[in-house]
């Protein structure tokens, strides 16, 4: 068990660029969650899937963003046309369908908009 | 509405001191809870949960909860602060069925 890895760490990039985060988890939970945490504040609910059903979306995903969970193994994050307001920590996390509740974090994606 | 609140965004203490972050919540139902520690740079590491019995839960390094079902809390506290226990602390509540979520975060700063 490697935990949860997610890629890359940091991607600094110029406003209006698309970018695409990549997290791989545990690999027997079904569940995975992306977090945006700003400085200064706590992991902000963004959107988690069921194996390969995108299941919830927070009203902070807006339709700049996209995320997929193919085969529901690994998923992606992309932001389309970024703004300076995107930067931050981007947390992905997973979870077993039967649980606590209790998440297993990444280290984390941190982006720079320019 | 449900929510987490942590009282102080900073807490300063001497090394050697007791450590207390402060979380409460706002519930109609009782919730699982838990603390996360995060160091610069790094994701999130579960330090301790509540999710039935015990109402005093013991975790790693040294830090323990007690959930207080009458003051709807779950303060963390260690009786003896190391300077490698600097770092942002953050109460998390799930109720439910619903989705974790966190508190705005403590930092913790101990002054050798």
């Known amino acids: 068990d490697t935990g949860v890895s997610q890629d890359p760490r940091h991607k600094i990039t110029k406003r209006g660029q698309n970018v695409t985060f990549r997290c791989d988890p545990i690999?027997?939970?079904?569940?995975l969650y992306w977090y945006r945490q700003t400085l200064g504040q706590g992991p902000e609910f963004l959107t988690y899937?069921?194996?390969?059903?995108?299941?919830?979306k927070s009203r902070l995903l807006s339709d700049r963003f996209s995320a997929e969970r193919p085969k529901g193994s690994f998923s992606t994050l992309e932001i389309q046309r970024t703004e300076q307001g995107d930067s931050a920590m981007y947390l992905c996390?997973?979870?077993?369908?039967?649980?606590?509740?209790?998440?297993?974090f990444g280290e984390g994606s941190r982006l720079t908009v320019l | 509405a449900q929510s987490v609140t942590q009282l102080g965004s900073h807490v300063s203490v001497s090394e050697g001191a007791l450590v207390l972050l402060r979380c409460n919540y706002s519930?109609?139902?009782?919730?699982?809870l838990f603390w996360y520690v995060q160091y610069p740079n790094q994701g999130l590491q579960l330090l301790l949960k509540?999710?039935?019995?015990?109402?005093l839960v013991k975790g790693i390094n040294g830090f323990e909860a007690e959930f207080k079902k009458s003051e709807t809390s779950f303060h963390l506290t260690k009786p003896s602060a190391h300077m490698s226990d600097a770092a942002e602390y953050f109460c998390?509540?799930?109720?439910?069925?619903?989705?974790?979520?966190f508190g705005t975060g403590t930092r913790l700063t101990i002054i050798p």
């Open positions: 996390a997973s979870s077993p369908l039967m649980g606590t509740g209790e998440l297993f």
């Open positions: 690999s027997e939970h079904n569940r």
């Open positions: 899937f069921q194996n390969e059903a995108q299941l919830e």
């Open positions: 519930s109609s139902v009782p919730p699982y």
């Open positions: 509540y999710t039935t019995g015990a109402t």
């Open positions: 998390a509540v799930k109720f439910g069925n619903e989705k974790l979520t």
